[in-house]
């Protein structure tokens, strides 16, 4: 039966400052970005939506096209909430 031993030598400044900055780097590039376009897109929706139903000249289909796509969106968001309390 062989052992196998090997002694690491503890980061430098150096190394641990590069291996801090990349894990932030991947943070925002994996994590934050999606959230930042995830939230980009809903605003923006929200407010197109919002400006259909206040729009004097839009179609009662129009509005019943923006109710049920508001309805989604506030779903979608109120299922994303409690699913991460739940968690």
Do not use: N
């Amino acid at each position: 039966m062989a052992v196998k031993a090997e002694i690491k030598s503890p980061e430098d400044k150096a190394e641990k400052f590069q291996r801090l900055k990349m894990e932030v780097w991947s943070f925002w590039i994996k994590e934050a970005l999606v959230y930042v376009f995830a939230l980009v897109i809903l605003l923006t929706t929200a407010v197109y939506c919002f400006w259909v139903l206040w729009h004097p000249g839009s179609s009662m289909e129009e509005k019943h096209w923006v109710m049920s796509t508001l309805t989604s969106l506030l779903v979608g968001i109120v299922g994303y909430v409690f699913g991460k309390v739940t968690k």
